[in-house]
Each structure stands twice: as structure tokens, then as C-alpha cells.
């Protein structure tokens, strides 16, 4: 069966950065894109981007272009995320999640991993 | 990039009726090459990633009980759970995947009566 399983719970200090990790397990690894969200405590659910493990190809969110850099490791069949100059409004849950057969609809999430950004 | 706004924020709805659940687009989801709307539909509970129900606006993903059901097209689509359980209380979002930046509605939490 599918499953992503993320890495865990991460508090950092302004300025530094976070990188998260996402194990997926169950299916071909560069068949399907690996999408990345987040989640404000209480809040909606925010895109940060995409990435195609079978090319590299990657989309990021604008708000996000400079500070955000997604990628993957088919050997361990590991998806990235990493996240720099950490600000307090990153404070959120971040998960993974994988498109469906077709479309970039997310048939498959993660278990989210919360990265609190506290000084 | 495409806003999606639902309505209503909250609804308490009793046992057994049905909840209906509204979600607008600020630019057509529909490509007219495959006739498809790429509006999807996801139920969150608290502490748990966002479980998919429904994709190309209609379409049940398997093992979601055919009480709820999703139509619209264009820019204007619904979710309506024909006989709410108390298992399905919780936030739904809709999310268009049409256009990069993928964006999602605000959440409708549904709540029993």
C-alpha cells in the first residue's frame, strides 16, 4: 500500500532553516509528483510547490521563490523539503503529498511533520 | 493565481440530513480540451492530513461512502453529504489543480445540530 511517512517534529530559531523529509513506500517512485503544503496552526492550507522525482522538475509557489528548495533521492525513494530564513508565519504543519493517477489532486498525504519557528 | 471561496464558513447540520457545501472559483477549473473540471474535495479532522473524497468534480475516490457526492462545473461546484454521520464531522476544502499556484478554499467546518 502507499504511504509517505514524514520526518519529525522540528523547532528552530528565526533566521535558520528546516529541512523535512518524506518517505514514500508502495508504489513507483518516479511515476507520480510529490507536492508540498503547510498549515498554520487553526489556518487553511497553503501550496508551496512541486517537484517530479523522475526529472527534477520542480514549481514553487512565488511567494516562496528564493527560500524553498524541493528534492529527491530515488535511491532511498525520499522526497525534500527544505525551508530557509525561517520567520515566524512559517510556524505550520508541513506534509507531503502525492498526485493521483492523472491529475494534481493528492490522493496520498503524509502524516505532517509541525515545524514551530520560535526565538 | 485562481482564489476559491467557499460558503458557507461553518454549517451545524442534525443526523441524517443532508449538508451542502459551496465552493467558487474566481476563473473557470474546466479545460474544454477533456471536458474536465480539476476541482478536487478533501474531509480534515483534527490532527490528521486531509483525506481525498472527490476529484474532477464528481468523481468518488475509492472507499468514500456514496453519501457524499460532488457536481458543479466551470466555477461553481458543490459538496453535499446526503445524510450526515457523526464520523463526518469535520473541515472540507475544495482545491483547484487547473492552475499553478494549486489553490485551496478557506475549509467549511461542518458540525451536528
Known amino acids: 500500500q502507499v504511504q509517505l511517512v514524514q520526518s519529525g517534529t522540528e523547532v528552530k530559531k528565526p533566521g535558520a532553516s528546516v529541512k523535512v523529509s518524506c518517505k514514500a513506500s508502495?508504489?513507483?517512485?518516479?511515476?507520480?509528483?510529490i507536492s508540498w503544503v503547510r498549515q498554520a496552526p487553526g489556518q487553511g492550507i497553503e501550496w508551496m510547490g512541486w517537484i517530479s522525482p523522475y526529472n527534477g522538475n520542480t514549481n514553487y509557489a512565488q511567494n516562496l521563490q528564493g527560500r524553498v528548495t524541493m528534492t529527491t533521492d530515488t535511491s532511498t525513494t525520499t522526497a525534500y523539503m527544505e525551508l530557509r530564513s525561517l520567520r515566524s508565519d512559517d510556524t505550520a504543519v508541513y506534509y507531503c503529498?502525492?498526485?493521483?493517477?492523472?491529475?494534481?489532486?493528492?490522493?496520498?498525504w503524509g502524516q505532517g511533520a509541525l515545524v514551530t519557528v520560535s526565538s | 493565481d485562481i482564489v476559491m471561496t467557499q460558503s458557507p464558513d461553518s454549517l451545524a447540520v442534525s443526523l441524517g440530513e443532508s449538508a451542502t457545501i459551496n465552493c467558487k472559483s474566481s476563473?473557470?477549473?474546466?479545460?474544454?480540451?477533456?471536458?474536465?473540471?480539476?476541482l478536487a474535495w478533501y474531509q480534515q479532522k483534527p490532527g490528521q492530513p486531509p483525506k481525498l473524497l472527490i476529484y474532477w468534480a464528481s468523481t468518488r475516490e475509492s472507499g468514500v461512502p456514496d453519501r457524499f457526492s460532488g457536481s458543479g462545473s466551470g466555477t461553481d461546484f458543490t459538496l453535499t453529504i446526503s445524510s450526515l454521520q457523526a464520523e463526518d464531522v469535520a473541515v472540507y476544502y475544495c482545491h483547484q489543480y487547473h492552475s499553478t499556484p494549486w489553490t485551496f478554499g478557506q475549509g467549511t467546518k461542518v458540525e451536528i445540530k
Open positions: 476563473q473557470s477549473v474546466l479545460y474544454i480540451s477533456n471536458n474536465e473540471n480539476y
Open positions: 508502495g508504489y513507483t517512485f518516479t511515476g507520480y509528483a
Open positions: 503529498a502525492r498526485e493521483g493517477e492523472g491529475g494534481s489532486y493528492y490522493s496520498y
